[in-house]
């Protein structure tokens, strides 16, 4: 028996995507699709930290204001944010505005920013699974919130000097960027 639920338009979906018409947008066309490029990496990364304790449509809704207040996660551009920027995202209502994530922001900007083209996207993508390594899950309770993959991953990111991504934003970030495929057997995003 599978936990996927029939959504408006009768598809079956992953249940957790039925819940906003945001959320069944960004399941339909974002989630789980293979992501590249080190600035569409180094976005996602950032938006899964900032996610860290709250809901992820409150990161998903407030995109674009992330996006105005760190120059489209351009990482040449964070790398370049003084403390008197850091302190004006600390006043920009459209972002969730903690320090401690603003700064991790920009500190791995300038880690980043140090790599060769391609390096974030190459060190991320080795972590991927091969794909028949498991099962496609039926219920959302098959879904992990930690693998062996997301907990090497998140330590050689913070080798490497990048903060704020443990083992569990790793994993987000892993099912978000198409690193592994968490949609349930029987939702219709799962083969698109």
Not at 57 to 62: A, D, K, M, S, V
Not at 170 to 191: I, K, P
Request: aromatic share 8%; proline share 6%; glycine share 6%.
């Amino acid at each position: 028996m599978s936990d996927a639920l029939a959504g408006p338009d009768g598809a079956l979906r992953c249940p957790w995507a039925l819940s906003t018409e945001d959320y069944i947008s960004y399941h339909d066309e974002e989630w789980g699709r293979p992501v590249h490029g080190d600035d569409a990496l180094y976005e996602r990364l950032c938006l899964e930290a900032f996610q860290s304790g709250l809901s992820w449509i409150t990161i998903l809704r407030r995109r674009p204001g992330f996006r105005a207040a760190f120059a489209d996660f351009e990482i040449a551009k964070v790398a370049t944010f003084t403390y008197a920027d850091q302190e004006r995202l600390l006043g920009d209502t459209g972002i969730i505005r903690n320090r401690a994530k603003i700064d991790a922001t920009v500190a791995n900007a300038r880690v980043l920013a140090d790599w060769a083209p391609g390096e974030l996207d190459e060190l991320i993508w080795s972590f991927a699974p091969a794909p028949a390594t498991s099962p496609a899950p039926k219920k959302l309770s098959d879904v992990p919130a930690v693998t062996d993959e997301s907990t090497a991953l998140s330590k050689t990111l913070k080798k490497r000097g990048i903060r704020f991504v443990g083992p569990t934003t790793a994993y987000a970030l892993m099912q978000a960027c198409g690193l592994v495929n968490d949609h349930l057997a029987d939702c219709a995003a799962r083969s698109l």
